[in-house]
């Protein structure tokens, strides 16, 4: 039986910015091959089929994205400081004094500059991309025999433990996801399946969605369930565009989305006893769900979200409570019998 909080942890750990995921994806396709031994790295994605195919059954996927928010190296100075751009959404406020990995021909540690409040003040600006720079202590010459120029940089972050069930770390967006597939491959072990399901773990979502478009041609899925994470309230936030931690999966209700599928994750998971709270958005959902829905011929889609304070950060906070109600209710509904249940 699989740790649920262990492998969230060890995927949170292994390192995947957008366009340089091998690492992350290579660990997570040992992880899937307990479940799918075909699966395989296809364009990037790790892609893999559960249980045997049944040519009278409709096509899942089961779709969470493996990579993670970071930097790309832009120039080296003449002092030894890396400039660096954005890799996905990051807040430009994090970045003074912010730990990182530099993963060059082999990893470096180092940290972004950051000006003392002694000589701004306590007012300085929000540091913009173009000023960051970070400090590893080596010379130009020494960084450029080991580092060069589109190398990708992570926050340099181990998961740590809160208050109950409830944890905190990096790239749990959406390393978390991954782990509740995984989990809900585990409870279905051994039962009849109402699909013939297919995992993906995209690559390249941070940056436009890009391996659900390759994944979703090559799989051609007739329903497609896009696992990622959500907005969970923290303090000062609108509790009407929030969820919240430990009440169970969000599920996607949006003009964007198939209102059967999410009708009918609504009724597993009241005839299974599985918490869920409903995210409606107005338009498109800007997960990997907008690339399977209109990829071939589409796919009825919906979107199953995890709640996450502090997303895109070092410090992103689920409880894991949430990830395995989101595994459950996954495998609730792909089981022959909840979907024997349901005519």
Do not use: W
Not at 131 to 143: F, H, N, P, Q, V
Not at 181 to 195: F, N, P, R, S
Not at 272 to 291: C, K, R
């Amino acid at each position: 039986m699989m740790e649920l909080k262990d492998t969230i942890v060890s995927l949170s750990q292994a390192y995947g910015a957008s366009g340089n995921e091998s690492p992350a994806a290579e660990f997570a396709l040992l992880m899937l091959r307990a479940y799918c031994p075909d699966a395989e790295i296809i364009g990037g994605n790790v892609i893999g089929t559960f249980g045997k195919k049944d040519e009278s059954l409709p096509a899942l996927v089961l779709d969470a994205h493996i990579d993670q928010v970071g930097f790309v190296v832009t120039y080296i100075t003449d002092e030894g400081f890396i400039k660096i751009g954005s890799i996905g959404g990051i807040d430009r406020r994090l970045l003074p004094a912010q730990p990182v990995i530099v993963h060059g021909k082999r990893d470096i540690k180092g940290v972004i500059c950051s000006v003392p409040p002694h000589l701004t003040g306590g007012s300085g600006s929000v540091l913009s991309f173009d000023d960051a720079a970070i400090d590893t202590g080596m010379t130009k010459a020494e960084l450029e025999e080991i580092v060069s120029l589109g190398d990708s940089i992570t926050f340099d972050v181990k998961c740590r433990d809160l208050l109950g069930t409830r944890m905190t770390g990096g790239a749990l967006d959406d390393r978390c996801g991954v782990a509740s597939i995984l989990y809900a491959l585990e409870l279905l072990k051994g039962k009849e399946l109402a699909y013939n399901v297919t995992v993906v773990f995209s690559v390249q979502e941070e940056v436009g969605e890009r391996g659900a478009k390759t994944g979703a041609f090559n799989t051609a899925p007739d329903v497609a369930l896009a696992v990622d994470v959500s907005f969970a309230y923290a303090n000062g936030e609108d509790e009407e565009k929030c969820g919240y931690l430990g009440k169970g999966p969000m599920i996607g209700i949006s003009p964007s989305l198939s209102r059967e599928i999410s009708d009918r994750l609504i009724e597993v998971s009241k005839k299974n006893d599985i918490p869920y709270q409903i995210e409606v958005m107005s338009g498109m959902t800007s997960t990997n769900a907008d690339q399977y829905s209109v990829s071939r011929g589409g796919a009825k889609t919906c979107t199953v979200s995890i709640p996450l304070r502090n997303m895109h950060t070092p410090v992103e906070v689920i409880d894991v409570k949430d990830v395995e109600l989101t595994a459950k209710l996954l495998a609730a509904f792909i089981s022959k019998q909840s979907a024997e249940s349901r005519k």
